[in-house]
């Protein structure tokens, strides 16, 4: 198998796996970063949200000979020093329970402030709309974010 | 758990707990800080006063919490109840999972609410036994009586001196100490709690907000391998073929090979495994995989059927009484105005997020596994005895469960992983897929209710009567408190334990009141899902009253509150939930058009009253805007741990009333992903407001009971928005639409 080349979190790695196999269970079995969550598969729930060049997308539905050389951020890469702002608002509101699907939420949400600095509550409603929590953590995600705009103004 | 099995196992511990520790696994001896004054004792030994804490030299202090966490905050508020005790700083408190030693840890599991409940005590005396050997360390150190010795902030500080020697300084002195038994040592008064009912931020979530946080699901083992195995989709049905050649020949691919199902016991559905080096791999080696099944005997079970005979079941003979006070069947005949409703619920799955999966390492000499599992002592028997070896020789590693809400209180999945690692004779993992999770989970049992109530010519409620019918938990089943035997199987009264309660009415005053039940069979797979009965009865009752408030034309809360008999303490705590959450809610106030206010209460231990706010749209479809909570559960541990307990549990109980169902056609559940099993997203959640009632009552559980109360307070919210009675769930919109 041809290897491919992936930049990850600002660093470069070479993977040799089938074109085929989705990001997701590149960054989960081969390269061990283990944050990105499976949730799904079908990209309905959101649990693995990466950034790819800064945008929020669903690592199971990335074929991993698609991405090029997109810079790809995961979890472990956003909260690499924990100052991040998003990161910051998630503890101060205290939002995760089992925190399982939260690495999802949190770069959901780092892109939707990214690109939305000062987003109203129907932005937030519907840029999250796509990241499931079963455990409810819904209110507190919309408080965290909130207090994330703020801190940046 | 009994009370007194409690203090004496503590006691026990009290007496051995050296010797005890001693056999923790995943201690190390860190190098010793330096300490302030010259060090009394052995240089180097820690103080493990019971087998809860650890304290070593350089001031570090373990706390060993039994409760798996799933979410629910357990290893912050068992730290919080040793630290309080201890007198800790607890900027020096980390908290490790106990390990499956079960001479020692016998309460590796947690379901019911239970857990701070379970702890509150047993913690608090364990911090006690060590603070006050550390006090004693001290004052033979100083040669100064104990009482000049006060445990403050991580160290014995002497009364007016400024004197002072650090918990870890004095470790090696209170380990010399003779054992001190916990239930003699008087503990502190709620007044002078620090940590318990504050503010004190969860120990998990930083782990949790970085991605270094491991689920079951993130265990990595040298030589890992990973599997997914192929099930039948009807139920009950068996493997008759299977060709794997191009299943084999899937880059990747380890090994293929059929799984035997396992006993009722065990509850698996068996097939094939496909081992591989990646998830994704063997994922799709199962996808190549040509599997021919044979069905069960008989008609294939449906939602339809399964319907039609519980519309009959209510109408036929009970198989168990549950209550039956005064005489309701002269009562309801003597009735001037009978009223006569069904309600009607279906199957739910747990859906968590971390899809189910187990870690299993099969050695020469022992057997080691990490399980998302929320009961560890039990997964370490089972396995023990599926592998035929003593119970020492499995090691059972709870992670963290990315959710459970009853499903991880089974033990199937470390089974099947169990059964594919013995072949393999190295690690693997074995994961469900989401379509795996859908598909065969243990789900919350279809029920149908029917009510019936009779008022008298004054508008009195006299009688009640309440026939419950499910697909009961324990025909498929029965593993926890009882003894599988034909006896039990067959027994009304076990096969109705897990089915009725919540329908009890209590503690509303009916004179005449029956409460029964009837089972229908399903081959589908039944088991706890968060509030088991609790999770419909409620919804029943709750929406009745709603009806019998209506039917009279009275206030829905007025007429709660006068049903409620004064001086009893569970009505007292009730009527002042109801009023806390009326007033918070803005009861009676106007509301726009087609929107509602609409109420519930239970008693649970925890007693709590919810109003759910809602909108009904033009295309009938619902949206809950508020709900406001209150809540009575005794003394508070965690204030914001009540609060986030609360929210998720509505949350969760909204994806039921709104959305969420499972129903089977031909044999086999219909849904197999977020798509067809919709759960409540982001957009969709309301405002949720807890309002916690102060109390020095001993504390009660609060995972569950969020979750009761959802159900009839929309509903009855409905009813109030738009006049149409919501008898089923999830909702029909269909039922609601105007245009």
Not at chain 2, 208 to 225: E, H, Q, W, Y
Not at chain 2, 340 to 345: G, I, L, M, R, W
Not at chain 2, 636 to 645: C, E, L, Q
Request: net charge neutral; proline share 7%; charged share 20%.
């Amino acid at each position: 198998m041809p290897s491919i080349t992936l930049h990850i979190n600002d660093h470069p790695h070479a993977v040799d796996v089938a074109p085929d196999t989705p990001l997701l269970w590149v960054l989960r079995d081969t390269v061990g970063l283990t944050g990105t969550k499976y949730g799904c598969g079908m990209g309905l729930c959101g649990a693995c949200t990466v950034h790819l060049d800064g945008e929020a997308r669903r690592a199971c539905q990335i074929l991993v000979s698609s991405i090029g050389s997109a810079r790809i951020t995961t979890i472990e890469g956003l909260a690499a020093d924990r100052k991040h702002p998003v990161i910051r608002a998630w503890l101060a509101e205290q939002v995760p329970q089992c925190g399982y699907c939260q690495p999802g939420q949190i770069m959901q949400a780092a892109a939707l402030l990214a690109g939305t600095p000062h987003p109203t509550r129907q932005q937030i409603d519907e840029a999250m709309n796509g990241n499931i929590c079963r455990c409810g953590t819904y209110q507190r995600i919309r408080r965290a974010i909130a207090r994330a705009a703020a801190e940046t103004a | 758990m009994m009370p007194d099995d409690t203090l004496t196992r503590r006691a026990f511990l009290g007496v051995g707990a050296q010797g005890a520790a001693a056999l923790v696994v995943g201690f190390y001896l860190p190098a010793c800080g330096g300490t302030r004054e010259t060090t009394p004792g052995r240089a180097g030994q820690a103080f493990t006063p019971n087998a809860w804490i650890r304290i070593t030299a350089d001031d570090r202090i373990t706390i060993l919490v039994e409760k798996p966490e799933l979410g629910q905050g357990s290893r912050t508020y068992t730290a919080m109840m040793v630290a309080e005790e201890l007198e800790a700083d607890w900027s020096t408190i980390r908290v490790v999972q106990a390990p499956t030693v079960p001479a020692i840890y016998k309460e590796l599991r947690t379901a019911g609410s239970g857990g701070v409940e379970s702890t509150y005590l047993a913690m608090r005396q364990a911090g006690a036994q060590a603070r006050e050997l550390l006090r004693t360390a001290a004052a033979r150190h100083w040669g100064v009586p104990r009482q000049d010795c006060r445990a403050v902030n991580g160290a014995i500080v002497l009364a007016g001196t400024g004197r002072r020697l650090s918990f870890g300084a004095l470790a090696s002195a209170a380990a010399a100490l003779p054992a001190l038994a916990p239930t003699e040592i008087p503990l502190k008064a709620p007044e002078q709690f620090r940590l318990i009912g504050r503010a004190v931020p969860r120990l998990d979530l930083p782990a949790k907000v970085d991605g270094s946080a491991t689920f079951g699901i993130d265990v990595r083992v040298p030589g890992l391998l990973f599997a997914v195995i192929a099930r039948c989709p009807y139920f009950g049905g068996r493997l008759r073929h299977v060709d794997a050649t191009r299943a084999r020949r899937v880059p990747g691919v380890h090994a293929v090979f059929p799984v035997a199902p396992l006993p009722r016991r065990f509850n698996t559905a068996g097939g094939v495994a496909v081992v591989a080096d990646s998830s994704w791999s063997a994922v799709e080696g199962r996808r190549e995989l040509v599997l021919a099944w044979d069905r069960p005997a008989g008609e294939p079970e449906s939602t339809a059927g399964l319907r039609r005979v519980m519309e009959r079941a209510v109408l036929g003979p009970a198989t168990f009484v549950a209550v039956d006070r005064g005489d309701v069947v002269d009562a309801l005949r003597g009735a001037s105005r009978v009223l006569e409703a069904d309600y009607e619920s279906p199957f739910q799955a747990h859906a968590t997020m971390e899809p189910m999966n187990t870690t299993v390492d099969v050695r020469e000499r022992e057997i080691e596994v990490w399980s998302p599992t929320q009961f560890a002592d039990e997964v370490q028997r089972e396995i023990a005895e599926l592998a035929g070896v003593a119970l020492d020789r499995v090691i059972v590693h709870m992670t963290l469960s990315g959710g459970s809400f009853g499903r991880r209180y089974q033990w199937d999945v470390p089974a099947e992983a169990w059964q594919v690692a013995n072949v393999m004779r190295r690690p693997v993992q074995v994961m469900w897929t989401r379509e795996d999770d859908f598909q065969h989970d243990f789900y919350r049992p279809h029920n149908r209710q029917r009510l019936r109530a009779g008022l008298d010519t004054r508008g009195r409620l006299v009688a009640w009567s309440t026939r419950i019918v499910t697909t009961p938990i324990a025909a498929t089943n029965l593993y926890t408190g009882y003894t599988e035997s034909p006896e039990t199987l067959r027994d009304p009264a076990t096969i109705a334990a897990l089915e009725w309660y919540g329908g009890d009415i209590a503690p509303y005053a009916i004179p005449n009141f029956r409460l029964d039940y009837a089972p229908a069979d399903s081959v589908v797979p039944r088991s706890w899902w968060r509030s088991v009965a609790s999770s419909y009865t409620p919804f029943a009752e709750e929406s009745f009253m709603d009806e019998l408030a209506h039917a009279l034309g009275r206030d829905p809360l007025r007429f709660r509150l006068d049903l409620l008999t004064p001086g009893e303490p569970d009505a007292d705590r009730l009527r002042r939930v109801l009023r806390l959450a009326a007033e918070q809610a803005g009861w009676g106030t106007p509301l726009p058009a087609f929107q509602g206010r609409g109420l519930a209460c239970r008693v649970n231990g925890t007693c709590s009253a919810q109003v759910a706010h809602v909108a009904v749209d033009p295309d009938g479809s619902v949206r809950v805007l508020r709900v406001v909570s209150a809540v009575d559960c005794g003394l508070v541990i965690s204030p914001d741990g009540v609060r986030a307990m609360t929210e998720g549990a509505i949350n969760f109980a909204l994806t039921a009333v709104l959305t969420g169902a499972i129903t089977v056609k031909d044999g086999a559940v219909e849904q197999s992903n977020f798509h067809d099993y919709r759960v409540l997203r982001l957009s969709q959640a309301p405002d949720i407001d807890v309002q916690i009632v102060s109390s020095t009552a001993p504390p009660s559980g609060v995972g569950e009971l969020g979750a009761m109360l959802a159900g009839p307070a929309v509903a009855n919210a409905v009813f109030a928005a738009t006049g149409v009675r919501v008898r089923r769930l999830p909702i029909e919109s269909t039922l609601l639409r105007r245009t």
